[in-house]
């Protein structure tokens, strides 16, 4: 039989450390341990403590880096695992110094870090500048919406929320009260703590409704959110989700990442100046202020609207912004709804249809005096200069001969039984409009060649921060932290460019 030497996981041995020599050249904890020692200037934190006389040593703002942005790189956010990983791993013990800080240092440290975050990605794009990474000839503009540490359903307007708490109140009062007809001194356990729950999510909620008002919306109040005001409710592909908008501006050369800010903000249309106004205080900083001069940007049509377009044109910034339609008009994505028409067609045959007639289905007299239905009838001209959003339309409306004894009522009006005739607007858009003019240079050969970088430009970036990162959601709350670690991340990010491209570490 064969035989093995012996071996015993329980067996415990003492092995010398050199942490200088655990940090090896060409890894990515080498590169950022010289980037902090001998690159970035941490001059910056020195405001933080007033320790020179008395008080006890702080710990060295640039050891709380190293471990914090290496913790990162690794997809950590936690304090506690990044305290424990200090303790237990020889990386971490290596770029502390094995200092061991307490989570609660770490933790305090990053979420104070709202004025240094900003000056630290600065220095971090300084060092990408100097070593020849940013190419400064195209932007990409787009945001990432992920979660953050709140639950969507204490989200509500004033009123629904008001609704909530009496809801509560009274299940409160029902439970008391069944208790007291059944003559029983003290209430079950179960029902006792949740009892106690209830009455504590009312106080939270009344206070929340004392100390706070509706945030204005174009539509009506916006949601408020009980837990963290700053995020708010946002559409994704994956659902609804309570949180924060990530947003980016990256350079197509290497990807670097040259202004990014965390909005708790549902809709993009707001954001694109604020993000164009603070990449050239970046810039400025570089010391290259007029970099939009000869510099192109790219945004998906999150960003689109007639106030925005009309913002580029007037700063003379070489833009090139989608709009919803884009792709309907590009020639490669003719086919990209032959499924939903033929799901359309396939639905509407087995339960029949469920919508009126499109303005597409009507057909417009070469002289615009008329207009024809799918019955075949005549819909007569009632307004051939009207503005609605800023566009120029023409308006048709059926008599009422016609319309009432149509066979085709159901199929034409959405609400048959109280609308007698039908009416049709044609949009011709506005002539001279900067929609008009953005969309005939986005669907020039060059505007699309320009166009379709964006998407290998700034997607790979969120991909790299989401997937090989591991930042899936925000683990902070409010608007400030949230930021904090947003510009954490973007920063990794930047370092990892600089360690793969940079002169002398890649």
Not at 14 to 35: A, C, M, R
Not at 219 to 246: E, F, L, R
Not at 317 to 322: G, H, L, P, Q, S
Request: net charge positive; aromatic share 10%.
């Amino acid at each position: 039989m064969a035989r093995y030497k012996e071996y015993d996981y329980r067996q415990g041995k003492f092995i010398p450390i050199s942490f200088d020599k655990q940090i090896l050249p060409g890894t990515f904890e080498h590169t950022l341990n010289y980037l902090i020692d001998n690159e970035l200037d941490l001059s910056i934190f020195n405001d933080r403590y007033s320790n020179d006389a008395t008080g006890a040593p702080a710990y060295d703002p640039a050891i709380l880096l190293k471990i914090i942005l290496y913790a990162y790189s690794r997809g950590i956010t936690s304090s506690r695992r990044i305290e424990q990983c200090c303790q237990e791993n020889v990386i971490f013990m290596a770029l502390s110094c094995d200092t061991h800080p307490h989570f609660t240092t770490i933790a305090d440290f990053i979420s104070t870090l709202d004025k240094e975050i900003v000056k630290l990605f600065l220095e971090v794009l300084l060092v990408c500048d100097h070593m020849n990474l940013i190419g400064k000839e195209m932007f990409a503009l787009d945001g990432v919406k992920l979660p953050s540490n709140v639950s969507k359903e204490w989200s509500g307007t004033k009123e629904e929320l008001t609704k909530k708490k009496e809801k509560m109140e009274k299940i409160i009062q029902q439970m008391v009260a069944r208790h007291k007809e059944a003559d029983t001194e003290n209430l079950p356990r179960e029902d006792e703590k949740y009892i106690a729950t209830l009455t504590e999510n009312v106080k939270k909620i009344r206070s929340f409704l004392a100390s706070h008002d509706d945030k204005p919306g174009k539509k009506g109040p916006i949601k408020s959110n009980v837990t963290d005001n700053d995020s708010a409710k946002m559409k994704t592909s994956k659902g609804v989700i309570q949180g924060y908008d990530g947003v980016a501006m990256v350079d197509a050369k290497h990807q670097v990442i040259v202004h990014a800010e965390a909005f708790g903000a549902p809709q993009e249309q707001g954001l694109l100046l604020p993000m164009i106004e603070g990449a050239k205080e970046n810039f400025k900083t570089l010391g290259d202020p007029d970099v939009f001069e000869e510099a192109k940007l790219t945004a998906d049509s999150g960003f689109h609207s007639e106030k925005n377009v009309e913002m580029l044109s007037e700063k003379q910034i070489d833009a090139y912004v989608a709009d919803n339609q884009m792709r309907k008009r590009d020639p490669l994505f003719s086919q990209r709804d032959r499924y939903k028409e033929r799901f359309r067609k396939e639905h509407a045959a087995y339960f029949g249809t469920t919508t009126a007639f499109t303005v597409r289905q009507f057909t417009m007299a070469e002289d615009k005096s008329h207009c024809i239905c799918p019955a075949g009838k005549r819909l007569y001209r009632n307004g051939g200069n009207i503005i609605m959003r800023g566009n120029k339309a023409t308006k048709f409306r059926g008599s009422k001969r016609d319309c009432l004894p149509c066979e085709l009522r159901k199929k034409c009006l959405r609400y048959p039984d109280r609308t007698e005739t039908r009416q049709v607007y044609f949009f011709e858009g506005r002539k001279g409009s900067f929609t008009e003019m953005m969309k005939k240079k986005i669907d020039s050969l060059r505007g699309r060649l320009i166009y379709n970088r964006r998407l290998a430009t700034v997607e790979p970036v969120f991909a790299h921060i989401r997937s090989a990162l591991g930042l899936d959601r925000f683990t902070l709350r409010g608007k400030k932290k949230v930021n904090i670690q947003w510009l954490l991340y973007c920063t990794v990010h930047n370092l990892l460019k600089v360690h793969r491209y940079g002169y002398g570490y890649a």
